[in-house]
């Protein structure tokens, strides 16, 4: 490997090791504005929408997901997640990827 791109490689290492600190800080810094409820009763109502976007974060942050994982890091029922991702992947915001007898949304 030349000197070159052993520099760069060390560089790049340096950087994202700093934007992953900060991103550390800036979560750390959110989660006191807007903390999610890990628990739902049926008589709160959350809008579709909200659900949507809760889906969607879970998965760019985490990756593929199955509905069980999407449920603990959500809060959202099984049911209306289920309702929800197959709603989300008619209008091709999820994909369903099958491996064995577990399906990952992504």
Not at 64 to 93: C, D, F, H, Q, Y
Request: charged residues 30%; glycine residues 6%; aromatic residues 2%.
């Amino acid at each position: 490997m030349s000197a070159f791109v052993a520099d760069l490689e060390v560089s790049l290492r340096g950087r994202l090791a700093e934007l992953e600190d900060e991103r550390g800080r800036i979560e750390a810094a959110l989660s006191h504005l807007a903390p999610k409820p890990r628990v739902r009763t049926h008589k709160q109502h959350v809008p579709r929408g909200a659900n949507r976007r809760l889906i969607i974060d879970a998965l760019r942050v985490h990756g593929p997901l199955g509905v069980a994982e999407l449920n603990e890091r959500t809060g959202i029922a099984r049911n209306t997640l289920s309702a929800t991702l197959n709603v989300m992947k008619r209008a091709k915001l999820v994909t369903l990827r099958a491996d064995g007898r577990w399906k990952a949304r992504r």
